[in-house]
């Protein structure tokens, strides 16, 4: 490739405005509203609106690095091994492999901007789970797409 040559991929250019959802795309996961803000094969990102007391045990994504910048509330999170706390205007940065969970406790809600790169599986996996309440179903479905959840009990405090 020449330096004066660009690549241009299957990001869409423009503006997913405030409010809105590319694509139309939403979905409620165990209480969680995902709102679809960008989507192309390289990344993907939504807002996550948690409700308190609300969580997403341990797992991991084989093949997608993971982030999530914090607008409001304060993320319980698991990374690795080692449990910290996450707040507004924190980034929070999970390489592919490694095993994190994230909780937003009491009564106060979350907000956060989460992205993955690649896309991979995950938004035929969101649309899958969206309104689905069986947890052993959510565990079976996400292990088909690229989601592995560690065994109940796996980590201390989750």
């Given at each position: 490739?020449?330096?004066s040559?660009?690549?241009?991929?299957?990001?869409?250019?423009?503006?997913?405005?405030?409010?809105?959802?590319?694509?139309?795309?939403?979905?409620?996961?165990?209480?969680?509203?995902?709102?679809?803000?960008?989507?192309?094969?390289?990344?993907?990102?939504?807002?996550?609106?948690?409700?308190?007391?609300?969580?997403?045990?341990?797992?991991?994504?084989?093949?997608?690095?993971?982030?999530?910048?914090?607008?409001?509330?304060?993320?319980?999170?698991?990374?690795?091994?080692?449990w910290?706390?996450?707040?507004?205007?924190?980034?929070?940065?999970?390489?592919?492999?490694?095993?994190?969970a994230?909780?937003?406790?009491?009564?106060?809600?979350?907000?956060?901007?989460?992205?993955?790169?690649?896309?991979?599986?995950?938004?035929?996996?969101?649309?899958?789970?969206?309104?689905?309440?069986?947890?052993?179903?959510?565990?079976?479905?996400?292990?088909?797409?690229?989601?592995?959840f560690?065994?109940?009990?796996?980590?201390?405090?989750?």
């Amino acid at each position: 490739m020449q330096e004066s040559e660009i690549v241009v991929g299957d990001l869409p250019k423009g503006i997913t405005a405030a409010g809105e959802a590319v694509g139309n795309k939403s979905w409620n996961i165990l209480g969680h509203r995902y709102v679809a803000k960008v989507e192309s094969s390289t990344s993907f990102a939504w807002l996550s609106l948690d409700p308190g007391d609300t969580g997403v045990p341990p797992h991991l994504h084989p093949k997608q690095d993971e982030h999530i910048y914090v607008m409001e509330g304060v993320y319980t999170l698991y990374l690795d091994g080692e449990w910290t706390t996450a707040g507004p205007g924190d980034t929070v940065r999970m390489p592919m492999g490694l095993p994190h969970a994230y909780y937003v406790k009491g009564d106060q809600s979350g907000k956060s901007l989460f992205w993955v790169s690649p896309t991979g599986k995950l938004p035929a996996l969101f649309e899958q789970l969206h309104n689905l309440e069986d947890l052993d179903e959510v565990v079976r479905l996400s292990a088909l797409h690229d989601v592995d959840f560690l065994p109940p009990g796996s980590v201390p405090g989750a």
